[in-house]
């Protein structure tokens, strides 16, 4: 089998595997959590995308086209900082909103403008020239892919009113605002 031929394999299966995974797992319980909180456990796992500049790190990948490690680790890096603002906004709620926006739609972006690169350049044909590096594209950025996807359905998805209730109710007891009485503090 030619490099490019496990490599496209890999990267499928990669995406098959993770998509078993979630339907059976992940998607049930942050489906289950509150909206803000299924948000942070996605903010956490791509709070982790600074990694992405171990493209541009000498002596970790072997010789890839400058025009894809570049463009993949400082894009990547951008999309880690968002991830890491959210998280750090979580009690300030409009911001932390912004940023699971900003953090998600910079990262579809990412890793869309990634795959044309890659096909550019021709890393399929050079995979082995990720080195150490070979397992980010093949398990970590199908995650990161669905994870964003996974971002979207739950940010456009209606709340069921027994979870709206819910919060209602834990805002109740902390004396906060609850939607829906016209923001008066109880």
Aim: with cysteine; glycine share 6%.
């Amino acid at each position: 089998m030619s490099p490019e031929t496990i490599f496209n394999l890999h990267l499928i299966l990669g995406y098959v595997a993770w998509l078993l995974c979630f339907r059976a797992y992940l998607l049930p319980k942050l489906k289950s959590m509150d909206q803000a909180e299924a948000h942070r456990a996605i903010a956490t796992l791509h709070s982790f995308r600074f990694f992405g500049l171990v493209f541009i790190l000498p002596g970790v990948v072997g010789n890839l086209p400058a025009s894809f490690a570049t463009f993949a680790a400082y894009w990547d890096l951008a999309n880690g900082v968002l991830a890491i603002l959210a998280l750090l906004t979580v009690r300030i709620r409009p911001l932390f909103w912004l940023f699971v926006v900003a953090f998600n739609l910079v990262g579809v972006v990412d890793l869309i403008l990634d795959y044309y690169h890659a096909v550019r350049v021709g890393l399929p044909l050079m995979a082995g020239q990720l080195e150490s590096a070979y397992a980010i594209p093949i398990i970590y950025v199908p995650l990161l892919m669905i994870t964003h996807v996974v971002a979207f359905y739950l940010l456009l998805r209606p709340q069921p009113k027994v979870v709206r209730a819910f919060a209602e109710d834990a805002e109740r007891e902390r004396g906060g605002f609850v939607p829906g009485l016209a923001g008066r503090r109880l």
